[in-house]
């Protein structure tokens, strides 16, 4: 039987100081990313809240469909038949990503310091921004379960594109068109592959509809062997990706950091009915990881990260 922690932060920070809690496994959303200034989908004043359909180059049906859900943006099948409002979605981001615009936040740090501590056995990021490379944890530790901004091919025939080449026809092609003359059909915002000639290239993110790595299922059965499992700044609504909260083994620990309660459909449990969730409360992530780097004694290790200062 292993020792109980109390079910708040400061159980969480005993628990791994004392020596019991040997494998962390973390699962991150766009949550953990907003403190860079890069928007989630689901926030208030997010990418979906900030989505304006008529302002898309689509056909009326495709525009309809965004008003009633703007997932429609990055599925598979909506991309399939105009690449525009994936594209133009993506734009700031893409250019962001270029311009090295983001710098990871205390919540990537974290990480790296669960790694430099050998408690880290594995990162899941459902982000696509890369910000957690910032922090030089090792790659191999990291599972994109959503893939990655930073390298560029076509869903058709696979061909990588670099990403500057990719960039700078971005840069040009969409929106702009769409700018100069509201009237021009998607088509001419189509990025196309210099192999196959497909309207399809774009960044090597999972389109709903699309597979995931393989790496990620192959590594779920790894989670039987954590003792405590970080969530943090995620909706949970996301699947498969969620099921990495429903993989770990009954008796372990699972910190939630995250504004709001999540997760509640998946078994994670709050207040007076949790018996091994513990919510960090209504707080940003990065709030959470400096009282939890406080509680651990870990304020070194943030002094030597300047722009954090
Ligand atoms: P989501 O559905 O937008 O949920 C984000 C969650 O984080 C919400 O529950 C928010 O309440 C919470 N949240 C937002 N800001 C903070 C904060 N500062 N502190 C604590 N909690 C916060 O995003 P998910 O990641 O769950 O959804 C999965 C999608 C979103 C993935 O496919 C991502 O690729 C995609 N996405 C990624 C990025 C990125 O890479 N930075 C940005 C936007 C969307
Ligand atoms: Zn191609």
């Not at 869903?155 to 700078?168: K, V």
């Not at 590594?219 to 062997?225: E, F, V």
């Amino acid at each position: 039987m292993k020792p109980r922690p109390s079910l708040d932060l400061a159980g969480t920070a005993e628990f791994l100081k004392s020596g019991a809690c040997k494998s962390v496994y973390v699962l991150t959303g766009a949550g953990a990313s907003t403190g860079a200034g890069i928007p989630d989908f689901r926030s208030p004043g997010g990418m979906y809240d900030s989505l304006r359909p008529e302002l898309i180059t689509a056909t009326e049906a495709q525009r309809k469909r965004m008003r009633m859900d703007p997932v429609n943006v990055v599925m598979k099948d909506m991309f399939f038949q105009n690449q525009f409002p994936y594209l133009e979605v993506r734009r700031p981001f893409i250019l962001g990503t270029q311009q090295q615009q983001w710098k990871a936040t205390l919540t990537h740090w974290f990480m790296r310091f669960l790694e430099e501590e050998g408690l880290l056995k594995r990162l899941f990021t459902q982000n696509i921004d890369g910000l957690d490379y910032q922090t030089g944890i090792s790659p191999e530790l990291v599972t994109n379960v959503h893939g990655s901004l930073a390298r560029v091919s076509c869903e058709g025939c696979g061909y990588e594109m670099p990403f500057d080449d990719f960039c700078a026809q971005v840069r040009t092609n969409v929106k702009d068109i769409y700018r100069t003359d509201p009237t021009a059909p998607a088509e001419s915002s189509n990025i196309n592959c210099p192999r196959c000639n497909a309207p399809l290239v774009k960044p090597n993110t999972v389109l709903f509809g699309g597979s995931l790595p393989s790496a990620f299922f192959e590594q779920l059965d790894d989670l039987n062997g954590a003792d405590l499992l970080i969530v943090a700044g995620t909706s949970l609504v996301v699947s498969p990706a969620n099921s990495v909260v429903m993989y770990v083994a009954k008796d372990c620990l699972r910190l939630i950091v995250n504004k709001e309660p999540v997760g509640q459909d998946l078994g994670i449990r709050y207040g007076k009915d949790a018996t091994r969730d513990v919510w960090a409360g209504e707080v940003s992530c990065d709030e959470a990881f400096l009282d939890l780097i406080k509680m651990l004694g870990w304020q070194d290790k943030v002094r030597k990260i300047k722009h954090l200062l």
